[in-house]
């Protein structure tokens, strides 16, 4: 009986179904449910967060843009990765000329050549970062708008494959620290979190800037400058002592202040770590990174179109 | 069977380009340029920003219903601006709709172009890796697959050399290799087979034809309705963003053909928006039968076409009216100017209204279009162009219905004065 009420109306379902298929919609009947879908596509609204699970999937795409981002940038030029080193090695040569001996700033009481340059990898990591971070859609618009895959990947490949300057970067220091024969103390320890606190504001702001990049082109303009400005609110060419006590905690909003100062901290044992100003640039890195996101993925939607 | 894809209610819209005002002063320039930066920014901001819905609002898709079954073949036609990529851009989730929704049974993959994410710089290999990963491959998968893509796209000898040294069919070629060994449920594919060479086609249809034939779903968007009539046994009709028709591949196809022609047979526009410049602008364009006849045109037949121009000039001028005929394949069928006719008319400041009468006998069947049309001053000064303003059909006569079947035999079939005579014996 049952059986035969559920045959019955199966029929009529398949009968109001307009041949067509053009007018009218039956939504999908019991049979099989809501569930059987693998993907609904519908309009989303409001604040989400990144699907971190595809992201995982999409792993080897974000392996194989960093290695293009690397190898696309070193290709077809005679001293190739040299680069990495010669650009940092002069910026700091000419710092130490100008700042150092020139202008008398103060190091610290360390040779300025070694404090600029410690200041110098992590500050070349972050605003090469932005830079590329903040031109990674519009460069890749191309691809946006033709294949879907989690946007995210183009600015955390490029933040990525900028690792490469920033370990090889480090390396040349390690060579200053011989060379100068500074033996690093505990502090050292710290560091894994430094370039943690690095790699989460460089992230956060790329993103934002990425996604404001694709619909205001002016990004791209202001960010290159606005980097070479911002270097000055950093203590690169300057040690954070210069800076008065009342000003302090507000300086300290900007991640790299404590970033910076914990590197020369932890590898030059210049001053005790300084933990006000770490704590509170992490602090400060964290939010801005999780805004990122946010950011980010609320802007994903509209890319395609905008592009 | 069962459905794997279900559209519902689905649209889309777009924000377009909004016109840009014009100066006319040096002062007013000025101040345009100091203002710019507010209205720039309003501008971009109401790129992905709704209110009402103005002028720059454009529904790219509006209320679409439709299922497709496991295991079909599905043709998406439509004429251009119909809707049909946005269509396959929300199913393929590069953008989102702006109402209703899609349910999807599967992995898609979707070839909206071959070689996505080439790179330049890199190798033929490495390209593989970045094209595969980005359309969704893992990297083990493409271990795997490696020999059997460089195999199918023919260029091994070339597959460690940069891209860069690449012709650009080779690079489709790898390209289309890498996306011929995805393997997913659902797989989305837009006029990719209109590039490569002839051999290449072939290669590309039938490796689609053995997707779908392993019970695969297809969406294929093409203009070739060969290939449409060829590989999908069912197609949906787009028009302005509505879905006008969805059923057998034949029928779907003379639906299209129909209504393509129906559409193009007359453009007009009022006065308020009709383009142009600050001399001229076009109005309408149509092709008419004759008094006494109807549609459809039929070879032997006459016909007639009128344009009008709104002329803006102050000055008393003469005009004239041209136009380029031209067939299915682009080929120049003949040039019509009304300054053949010798008259000499002025104008000025008003509506310019044009006809020719094509006289019958001249015209073979087939689809023509009026591929350029020109307003003329003074015998040689082009005020205004339109391109492809109107296409229309002219089908055969029933008169030939037991003459020749085949391909059509030139592009013109005139009515040509015989004599036959016969002299018997010698």
Same mark, same amino acid.
């Given at each position: 009986?049952?059986?035969?009420?559920?045959?019955?109306?199966?029929?009529?379902?398949?009968?109001?179904?307009?041949?067509?298929?053009?007018? @009218?919609?039956?939504?999908?009947?019991?049979?099989?449910?809501?569930?059987?879908?693998?993907?609904?596509?519908?309009?989303? $609204?409001?604040?989400?967060?990144?699907?971190? $699970?595809?992201?995982? $999937?999409?792993?080897?795409?974000?392996?194989?843009?960093?290695?293009? @981002?690397?190898?696309?940038?070193?290709?077809?030029?005679?001293?190739?990765?040299?680069?990495?080193?010669?650009?940092?090695?002069?910026?700091?040569?000419?710092?130490?000329?100008?700042?150092?001996?020139?202008?008398?700033?103060?190091?610290?009481?360390?040779?300025?050549?070694?404090?600029?340059?410690?200041?110098?990898?992590?500050?070349?990591?972050?605003?090469?970062?932005?830079?590329?971070?903040?031109?990674?859609?519009?460069?890749?618009?191309?691809?946006?708008?033709?294949?879907?895959?989690?946007?995210?990947?183009?600015?955390?490949?490029?933040?990525?494959?900028?690792?490469?300057?920033?370990?090889?970067?480090?390396?040349?220091?390690?060579?200053?620290?011989?060379?100068?024969?500074?033996?690093?103390?505990?502090?050292?320890?710290?560091?894994?979190?430094?370039?943690?606190?690095?790699?989460?504001?460089?992230?956060?702001?790329?993103?934002?800037?990425?996604?404001?990049?694709?619909?205001?082109?002016?990004?791209?303009?202001?960010?290159?400058?606005?980097?070479?400005?911002?270097?000055?609110?950093?203590?690169?060419?300057?040690?954070?002592?210069?800076?008065?006590?009342?000003?302090?905690?507000?300086?300290?909003?900007?991640?790299?202040?404590?970033?910076?100062?914990?590197?020369?901290?932890?590898?030059?044992?210049?001053?005790?770590?300084?933990?006000?100003?770490?704590?509170?640039?992490?602090?400060?890195?964290?939010?801005?990174?999780?805004?990122?996101?946010?950011?980010?993925? $609320?802007?994903?939607?509209?890319?395609?179109?905008?592009? | 069977? +069962?459905?794997?894809?279900?559209?519902?209610?689905?649209? %889309?819209?777009?924000?377009?380009?909004?016109?840009?005002?014009?100066?006319?002063?040096?002062?007013?320039?000025?101040? !345009? &340029?100091?203002?710019?930066?507010?209205?720039?920014?309003?501008?971009?901001? +109401?790129?992905?920003?709704?209110?009402?819905?103005?002028?720059?609002?454009?529904?790219?898709?509006?209320?679409?219903?439709?299922?497709?079954?496991?295991?079909?073949?599905?043709?998406?036609?439509?004429?251009? *601006?119909?809707?049909?990529?946005?269509?396959?851009?929300?199913?393929?989730?590069?953008?989102?709709?702006?109402?209703?929704?899609?349910?999807?049974?599967?992995?898609?993959?979707?070839?909206? #172009?071959?070689?996505?994410?080439?790179?330049?710089?890199?190798?033929?290999?490495?390209?593989?890796? &970045?094209?595969?990963?980005?359309?969704?491959?893992?990297? %083990?998968?493409?271990?795997?697959?490696?020999?059997?893509?460089?195999?199918?796209?023919?260029?091994?000898?070339?597959?460690?050399?940069?891209?860069?040294?690449?012709?650009? =069919?080779?690079?489709?070629?790898? *390209?289309?290799?890498?996306?011929?060994?995805?393997?997913?449920?659902?797989?989305?594919?837009?006029?990719?087979?209109?590039?490569?060479?002839?051999?290449?086609? %072939?290669?590309?249809? =039938?490796?689609?034809?053995?997707?779908?034939?392993?019970?695969?779903?297809?969406?294929?968007?093409?203009?070739?309705? &060969?290939?449409?009539?060829?590989?999908?046994?069912?197609?949906?009709?787009?028009?302005?963003? +509505?879905?006008?028709?969805?059923?057998?591949?034949?029928?779907?196809?003379?639906?299209?053909?129909?209504?393509?022609?129906?559409?193009?047979?007359?453009?007009?526009?009022?006065?308020?928006?009709?383009?142009?410049?600050?001399?001229? %602008?076009?109005?309408?364009?149509?092709?008419?039968?004759?008094?006494?006849?109807?549609?459809?045109?039929?070879?032997?037949? =006459?016909?007639?076409?009128?344009?009008?121009?709104?002329?803006?000039?102050?000055?008393?001028?003469?005009?004239?009216?041209?136009?380029?005929?031209?067939?299915?394949? +682009?080929?120049?069928?003949?040039?019509?100017?009304?300054?053949?006719?010798?008259?000499?008319?002025?104008?000025?400041?008003?509506?310019?209204?044009?006809?020719? #009468?094509?006289?019958?006998?001249?015209?073979?069947?087939?689809?023509?279009?009026?591929?350029?049309?020109?307003?003329?001053?003074?015998? =040689?000064?082009?005020?205004?162009?339109?391109?492809?303003?109107?296409?229309? #059909?002219?089908?055969?006569?029933?008169?030939? !219905?037991?003459?020749?079947?085949?391909?059509?035999?030139?592009?013109?079939?005139?009515?040509?004065?015989?004599?036959?005579?016969?002299?018997?014996?010698?």
């Amino acid at each position: 009986m049952n059986h035969n009420e559920l045959q019955i109306k199966n029929d009529e379902s398949t009968k109001s179904t307009p041949p067509s298929g053009a007018k @009218g919609f039956t939504p999908p009947s019991g049979v099989g449910g809501l569930d059987a879908w693998d993907q609904i596509l519908k309009p989303s $609204r409001g604040w989400q967060a990144v699907d971190w $699970r595809e992201l995982y $999937r999409y792993r080897d795409l974000l392996y194989f843009l960093v290695v293009r @981002g690397i190898k696309a940038k070193y290709a077809q030029s005679v001293l190739g990765v040299s680069w990495a080193v010669i650009q940092p090695l002069f910026t700091t040569l000419v710092f130490t000329v100008v700042f150092g001996n020139l202008a008398g700033i103060s190091s610290d009481g360390v040779p300025y050549v070694i404090f600029s340059f410690t200041a110098m990898v992590p500050w070349n990591y972050f605003s090469g970062t932005l830079t590329e971070a903040s031109n990674s859609l519009v460069v890749n618009a191309n691809m946006i708008t033709k294949v879907y895959f989690p946007r995210i990947v183009l600015p955390l490949a490029a933040a990525f494959s900028k690792l490469l300057d920033f370990v090889i970067g480090l390396a040349v220091l390690l060579g200053f620290m011989i060379w100068y024969r500074f033996l690093p103390g505990w502090e050292i320890l710290v560091l894994p979190v430094l370039i943690l606190i690095l790699l989460l504001c460089s992230l956060g702001l790329g993103m934002i800037l990425s996604a404001m990049a694709v619909q205001y082109r002016d990004v791209k303009h202001a960010s290159t400058f606005m980097v070479q400005l911002l270097m000055y609110a950093a203590p690169v060419v300057y040690p954070a002592s210069k800076v008065p006590d009342a000003y302090l905690f507000w300086y300290s909003l900007n991640p790299m202040v404590g970033v910076i100062e914990g590197f020369r901290s932890a590898l030059l044992s210049t001053n005790p770590m300084p933990w006000n100003l770490v704590i509170v640039g992490g602090g400060v890195s964290v939010v801005v990174f999780v805004l990122g996101t946010y950011y980010f993925r $609320r802007m994903e939607k509209v890319f395609a179109d905008v592009a | 069977m +069962s459905s794997i894809i279900q559209v519902h209610n689905l649209s %889309k819209r777009y924000r377009i380009g909004l016109k840009e005002q014009r100066h006319d002063t040096f002062a007013q320039q000025l101040l !345009a &340029m100091v203002k710019a930066p507010l209205q720039n920014f309003r501008q971009l901001r +109401s790129m992905s920003k709704f209110g009402e819905d103005d002028d720059s609002v454009f529904w790219a898709l509006k209320d679409l219903n439709f299922e497709v079954q496991q295991g079909e073949v599905l043709g998406i036609i439509g004429h251009n *601006g119909a809707g049909k990529s946005t269509l396959l851009k929300i199913l393929s989730k590069i953008t989102e709709p702006t109402a209703g929704e899609v349910r999807i049974k599967g992995r898609i993959a979707a070839l909206l #172009e071959v070689g996505t994410g080439f790179h330049q710089d890199l190798t033929g290999r490495e390209n593989i890796y &970045m094209n595969g990963t980005i359309l969704g491959m893992s990297k %083990k998968e493409i271990d795997r697959k490696l020999d059997e893509i460089i195999d199918f796209s023919g260029v091994e000898k070339y597959v460690d050399t940069p891209v860069k040294f690449y012709s650009s =069919g080779m690079k489709v070629r790898l *390209g289309f290799a890498v996306a011929a060994h995805l393997e997913p449920e659902i797989l989305i594919i837009d006029e990719v087979l209109a590039v490569g060479d002839a051999e290449f086609q %072939k290669k590309c249809l =039938g490796k689609m034809e053995s997707v779908a034939g392993e019970g695969r779903t297809v969406l294929f968007v093409s203009h070739n309705m &060969m290939a449409v009539r060829n590989l999908c046994q069912k197609a949906l009709v787009l028009k302005h963003g +509505s879905l006008k028709y969805h059923g057998e591949t034949e029928d779907a196809i003379d639906f299209y053909l129909k209504e393509y022609s129906e559409t193009r047979r007359r453009l007009q526009y009022a006065p308020e928006d009709a383009p142009g410049n600050q001399e001229a %602008k076009f109005l309408r364009a149509e092709v008419l039968p004759l008094t006494g006849k109807d549609w459809p045109l039929r070879e032997g037949e =006459g016909f007639r076409l009128e344009f009008e121009f709104l002329y803006l000039g102050k000055d008393r001028t003469n005009l004239d009216v041209t136009f380029h005929l031209v067939d299915e394949y +682009s080929n120049l069928v003949f040039v019509g100017s009304s300054a053949r006719n010798n008259s000499q008319e002025y104008f000025n400041n008003g509506q310019v209204k044009a006809t020719c #009468e094509i006289p019958p006998d001249i015209m073979n069947h087939g689809t023509y279009s009026v591929s350029r049309l020109l307003l003329v001053r003074n015998r =040689g000064v082009i005020v205004l162009s339109v391109s492809d303003p109107i296409s229309f #059909e002219i089908v055969t006569s029933p008169a030939d !219905a037991f003459g020749w079947m085949g391909k059509k035999e030139g592009v013109v079939k005139p009515k040509l004065n015989w004599q036959l005579s016969y002299d018997p014996g010698h």
